[in-house]
Structures are given as structure tokens and as C-alpha cells.
């Protein structure tokens, strides 16, 4: 028996998350309510709880995550049966605990990965399933800024906002497709699958629409949700949903996504 997923992701996102975060979280959601997700689950960086309540029509076994607040944050949702402060990379359970481990939009966020990485092998089942999402290389240069600059034939400027890009998010990785497999070999996995998405205007858009998504960000620092009215966002999400949706599309023979989905499971190779 595997876990159960609820549907119209982007509208059931956009009520409770401003559109630049929904868009993303919601090709995410597609991707994963394609996976079999056999308990016991755990989820690597679960941060407020939104994602997994879009998500999953029932509770994840496990979320761990660092930040004492976001922990609070994702309790309140009451889509998980436990819930633990701890770094990724020193997670209190047994042994091959989790027959299904997913980490999404996460790994590119911590500096060093591969100790995160080993324990996602330690507490994967034989046999079990890690599904992670990660930008790919293409990530910053599908941004509006680097590709305005970039036309306008200011390379140099265009590199230099790349970085303040980056520094700005707190993404320290951004990697081809063979070095995110490489990254996940060396730690002792297989990918068994992968799936680019976030072509380059959808990913561009989501940085259009960013600017809009601060007075949320005000919004979730005082009262731990992004809308100060929420009942106001659930009256018009609908037409957004409707103006939104038709640029939502998994496509199978995209190459050069913003943003790469993996599954992986166990191999023989271990770190050295």
C-alpha cells in the first residue's frame, strides 16, 4: 500500500502560497504524486509543512528539518506523524528505517550535501526509493536579470548578478545532470530515474513574479503564514489558477529544465 495524494495542486498552492513559489512547488507536486511513496516516509527538509499539505492526502511518517520555527510551522499543519528538529545529516532514527525518503528543493540549500546524503542511504530500506528535486546548471541563468543582461550584451554584469543571484537564495549547488548523478553515486546510490522541469520562460517568470511575493514574505515573518487575509487569496486563486495552469506541463523530453527530479536507490558504492 502506498501513500495517497490529493490533485489541483496549483490552485490548492496558490490559496495558501504567493504564485512565484506556487508555480514551482506545483510542477513538484506532479512529478511526485507519479511515485510510489511506501511508508514509512520521511520527508528530508520538510520546512513549514505547505508542501507536503498540497501534496499528501494523508500524514507523512517523518519530517525533519533544523530550523526550530519552520518545525512549529509544519506541526500545525498536521500532515505529519512525527516531527523532528535535527540536521539532515544526523537524523535519531534506525537503520534502513524509511521504504520511501524524499527531499524536495532542499539539497541545494545546505553547503556540504554528501553527509546528508550518507544518512538518506543509512535510513533508506533495501529496496526503498529517494526521490529528490534539485536545480539544475541552467538554474540562475534562466533568471529574468542574468537574461536581460545577458542580451543586452553585458556578460560580465550578467555573472556578476548570477552570483548576488545565488548568494541572495542560499544556493550553493547548481550541477549538470552527470554531476548530480555522480554526487549521488559517490554517496552510495543508483539513479534509477530522472525527469528535467521548469523549462527556461517558466523558470524566468518565477523570477518576474518574485518582487509580488514580499509583502508575503512580511506576511509569514509576523504571523507564520504568507497572506495576512488568507480568506481573500482563496476568493481570487481561482483565476489565477486559470491564468497559470496552462504553462504547467511535465514534459517527458525536456533536456535543458531549470530544475531535475531524481530517483535513486541503493547501490554497492559508499563515499571514500
Known sequence: MTIRFKGNF??????????????ERCFECEILSRQDFEPPVLDIGCGD???????FDEQVDLGIDPDPDEVEQARKQGCYRKLI????????????????IFSNSVLEHIVEIEPVLVEARRLLAPG????VTVPSHHFDRFSAGFRLLSACGLKGLAERYRHFYDRFWKHYHYYTIDEWRAIFQRAGFRVAAMQAYCPKNICTLNDLLV??????????????RWFFFPSIRRVYSPALTMILKPGIKIDPDLQDG?????????????FQ
Not at 509543512?49 to 501534496?55: I, K, N, P, T, Y
Not at 526503498?128 to 526521490?131: E, L, M, N, P, V
Request: charged share 10%; aromatic share 12%; net charge negative.
Open 211 to 224: 518582487p509580488l511575493a514580499f509583502p508575503g514574505l512580511v506576511a509569514k515573518i509576523l504571523t507564520g
Open 85 to 100: 528538529q535535527c540536521p539532515g545529516h544526523a537524523i535519531p532514527e534506525a537503520d534502513g528505517e524509511f521504504r520511501t
Open 49 to 55: 509543512g505547505v508542501f507536503a499539505s498540497v501534496l
Open 258 to 270: 531549470g530544475m531535475l527530479f531524481f530517483t535513486l536507490s541503493h547501490s554497492s558504492t559508499t
Open 128 to 131: 526503498g526509493s529517494f526521490y
Open 10 to 23: 496549483l490552485e490548492n498552492y496558490l490559496r495558501v502560497a504567493p504564485a512565484a513559489l506556487a508555480i
